[in-house]
């Protein structure tokens, strides 16, 4: 057993001395721009002193969301609650904000982190005043979604996960939005722009940085979602009965 350890320790011994040994025994992923936005990182305008509260008038928002579960299940508030500080916030939620959205909920804080730091919709860092989140799913990969980004990256300057200067973009990588039948798009803060090409996307990046109205949807001919050879069934409109009087 001795000479069996003093060979091993002999063999380790010539490894280290090897130049062509890497000593790094413990490995990491790299950290990846895509997720970026989803981390929390420390700063003047970031950290646990960094006052944050409601305006009166989202404080109405707020019962008004809280009025819509039963007194001992207002942690399911957390989502909308989130979202509404996030908004308010220029799209993006402090920590401050969490801990606000907890206190109302009567959850810890970590439960809000957790929350936050699920959803991909929670931005923790600064964003821009346009928030380009370009789908590269499946779908959208075999219609052409790497050029949209190559497109983004290369007229605004910045790659995933960053800002441009001005502060007019930041730019993500982000998993399936739910227009599959009109790839490849992105959404730019709440609205979707599908059947995208370099060209369009570049008209439509230049008109959002000069306050320009924009085509919301499909940027073809086409109108929604319909096919190729447009509408082809349900050509009346719907008859009852309806399940409610405003639908």
């Given at each position: ?87 308010q916030n220029g799209g993006w939620i402090s920590l401050r904000a969490m801990d606000k959205v907890a206190h109302i909920c009567g ?141």
């Amino acid at each position: 057993m001795i000479s069996s350890l003093l060979k091993r320790t002999s063999f380790l011994n010539q490894l280290n001395r090897s130049s062509s040994f890497n000593r790094n025994y413990f490995k990491h992923s790299a950290l990846v721009r895509s997720d970026a936005l989803s981390r929390h990182v420390e700063t003047e305008d970031n950290n646990e002193h960094t006052p944050f509260d409601f305006t009166q008038e989202n404080l109405v928002k707020v019962e008004k969301i809280l009025g819509k579960y039963p007194k001992q299940y207002r942690q399911s508030a957390l989502l909308p609650l989130l979202d509404l500080a996030q908004r308010q916030n220029g799209g993006w939620i402090s920590l401050r904000a969490m801990d606000k959205v907890a206190h109302i909920c009567g959850v810890a804080p970590m439960t809000a982190y957790e929350v936050a730091s699920f959803y991909t919709m929670f931005n923790r860092t600064k964003i821009g005043e346009n928030f380009v989140q370009v789908c590269t799913t499946t779908p959208c990969m075999l219609r052409g979604s790497g050029e949209i980004m190559k497109t983004c990256k290369s007229h605004l300057g910045i790659q995933v996960g960053e800002t441009t200067t001005d502060n007019k973009f930041t730019l993500a990588e982000v998993e399936c939005l739910g227009a599959c039948v009109n790839a490849p798009m992105m959404c730019i803060n709440d609205d979707f722009y599908e059947d995208l090409t370099p060209a369009t996307t570049i008209t439509l990046l230049d008109q959002i940085k000069n306050n320009k109205q924009t085509k919301i949807g499909p940027q073809t001919h086409r109108k929604a979602a319909e096919g190729p050879q447009g509408k082809t069934t349900l050509l009346e409109p719907p008859v009852g009965p309806t399940c409610r009087d405003d639908l």
